[in-house]
């Protein structure tokens, strides 16, 4: 496939990636309480001013992620990858405060009942650590704690029934793409291949639509057996990619491969640049297309994948990225739309946390595909 958007610089998509971000944490961030050293997201705006409620544990956690690729863009713009002039980048600084705050607003916890909110968690604070380590310091031992805690709800998850796989939650009576694909992820990353390649193998021994080439919701355990939840979603997709393209291998590769040519032929839509990728509204909606965008631009980079595999990737990185930053509000240009092919509400309608995450995290996927920057 090719796409017709017009085709820009790395330095005008790190611009668009550093609004996105500055959007963000001026409309819906905060400090918890009150509190120094806090940081933490408002879930809408305008919206309710009680300072507990409401509460989407995993919409922080990708805040997180999203401030994890603001602070390595700010490092690569002052020329510091190794961070040795200018100490802590500031959006490191930020995803430090609100991995803290995310457990205090969580009532001291950092586990809860959702094993796929836990291991977006793991994943997010895992790159925090790691980019924290490379900087002088003592690093982020805060974010290498919470990996140990939420690891070992991962793997208490992690069970023989119904052959292998994840649950989605503690009541145990679905296993899903939602909650696997993630874990296999962070396993893979962390060094646990053989934990991570059994479960990408769970995915497609049971979940994968060989007519479609896509990953299906679920199995979910019923008093008349097993039945399946055929669903398909955007962001179930993302984390089985990225969980092949770690893992590598030419099994795997291959199966990557088939995994974006699948997206690009049933996940698209057209648009007035071209194509980008099919979202899922507001709400929890509002992320999923922005989780594939972010695997996607690791496939769009990865050397070991076809040429042309990259090339449609980049294609679907870059397409929905332009479809989004075109879908501003005209009213306020720091508001982005829910989806492609959509705009942005009107002043003063209430904006959602999820969607305006999509948007940066698109934006910043763009910004890293444009300037060839792998993880």
């Not at 900087?135 to 793997?155: F, H, N, S, W």
Request: proline share 6%.
């Amino acid at each position: 496939m090719s796409s017709d958007a017009p085709s820009l610089s790395p330095e005008v998509l790190s611009d668009r990636a550093r609004a996105a971000a500055e959007a963000v944490d001026r409309r819906f961030g905060h400090r918890l309480l009150g509190l120094p050293g806090t940081w933490i997201a408002a879930v809408k705006r305008p919206g309710a001013a009680l300072p507990w409620t409401p509460w989407h544990y995993w919409w922080q956690a990708h805040y997180l992620d999203c401030l994890v690729d603001a602070a390595e863009r700010e490092l690569a713009a002052r020329g510091d990858s190794g961070g040795a002039a200018g100490g802590w980048p500031p959006s490191l600084t930020k995803a430090s405060q609100l991995l803290r705050s995310i457990r205090l607003r969580n009532f001291f916890f950092l586990v809860n009942s959702y094993f796929d909110d836990m291991a977006w968690l793991a994943l997010s604070a895992s790159r925090a650590a790691a980019l924290a380590g490379t900087l002088p310091g003592p690093g982020l031992p805060r974010a290498a704690r919470a990996v140990r805690t939420l690891e070992a709800r991962l793997d208490a998850a992690n069970t023989p029934e119904l052959g292998g796989g994840l649950f989605w939650n503690t009541k145990r009576k679905f296993k899903n793409t939602a909650a696997t694909a993630p874990a296999a992820l962070h396993f893979a990353r962390s060094g646990r291949r053989d934990t991570a390649q059994a479960l990408v193998d769970w995915l497609v021994e049971n979940l994968l639509d060989r007519d479609q080439g896509l990953f299906l919701d679920g199995l979910r355990i019923t008093g008349a057996g097993v039945m399946l939840e055929p669903a398909v979603f955007t962001y179930n997709q993302g984390p089985v990619l990225g969980a092949l393209l770690e893992l590598g291998g030419a099994g795997n590769l291959a199966a990557a491969s088939a995994l974006v040519s699948a997206v690009a032929d049933r996940l698209t839509v057209p648009v007035p640049s071209g194509v980008a990728l099919r979202t899922h509204g507001g709400g929890d909606g509002g992320l999923f297309t922005g989780i594939l965008v972010r695997n996607l631009a690791d496939a769009a980079l990865h050397p070991g994948l076809p040429a042309q595999t990259r090339a449609t990737a980049r294609d679907l990185v870059l397409g929905t990225a332009e479809a989004l930053w075109s879908g501003r509000s005209g009213v306020d240009p720091e508001v982005f739309p829910a989806g492609t092919g959509e705009h942005a509400e009107a002043a003063g309608a209430a904006v959602e946390l999820s969607t305006q995450l999509q948007a940066w995290m698109t934006f910043e996927a763009a910004a890293r595909v444009a300037a060839r920057i792998p993880r």
